[in-house]
């Protein structure tokens, strides 16, 4: 009896180190696709403010971006977004994209509170379906990737990040690449 106890515990704990070894396999495969996608600005759809389809590349167009995906409850996101807003003048040749998956309804309070929706160079879109979520992998917000003017990804960061490194690389990325 106690061989064939033992027996089916090696048998479990080598199952168990080959499921762990699996798992660790897929996650590094699935962290390298993410890597390799997003090198450059998806090509997805999603709707704006007004519920109208627009596509992320034709709305960024040949501007560095800066693309934003953030929660309208979350305090460290709450933090970014207004000290984007403070600064958001100096935005002004570049395309902010902000990507929520919250239904409208409950963001148009906290965007309206920014006071930035208006500029023309500002995007707040919904990701309904986390199609954006998904290309980026997307862990914590806020999540933030900076892409210069052709479309080619220059910078990632989660959590808070300064302005001065945000406009900086913008700045220093703005011509699209040839």
């Known amino acids: 009896m106690r061989k064939l106890l033992l027996i089916f515990l090696?048998?479990?704990l080598l199952s168990s180190l080959i499921y762990l070894g699996f798992s660790f396999q897929q996650k590094e495969a699935n962290k390298e696709l993410i890597q390799s996608q997003i090198i450059r600005l998806p090509d997805l759809d999603l709707l704006d403010l007004d519920g109208q389809s627009v596509n992320l590349n034709l709305l960024v167009?040949?501007?560095?971006?800066l693309l934003v995906y953030f929660n309208s409850t979350c305090e460290i996101c709450q933090m970014e977004l207004n000290s984007i807003a403070k600064r958001i003048v100096e935005f002004d040749s570049h395309a902010l994209v902000f990507v929520t998956v919250q239904p409208l309804e409950e963001v148009m309070d906290f965007i309206h509170e920014l006071g930035i929706s208006d500029r023309e160079s500002v995007h707040f879109l919904i990701d309904s379906e986390m199609e954006v979520a998904g290309y980026y992998g997307v862990k914590g917000v806020p999540a933030l990737f900076i892409y210069d003017g052709s479309g080619s990804l220059v910078s990632d960061y989660t959590?808070?990040?300064k302005v001065d490194l945000l406009l900086e690389q913008l700045q220093n990325h703005n011509e699209p690449e040839l």
């Open 61 to 65: 167009g040949n501007k560095s971006s």
């Open 10 to 12: 090696s048998l479990a």
């Open 159 to 161: 959590g808070p990040v």
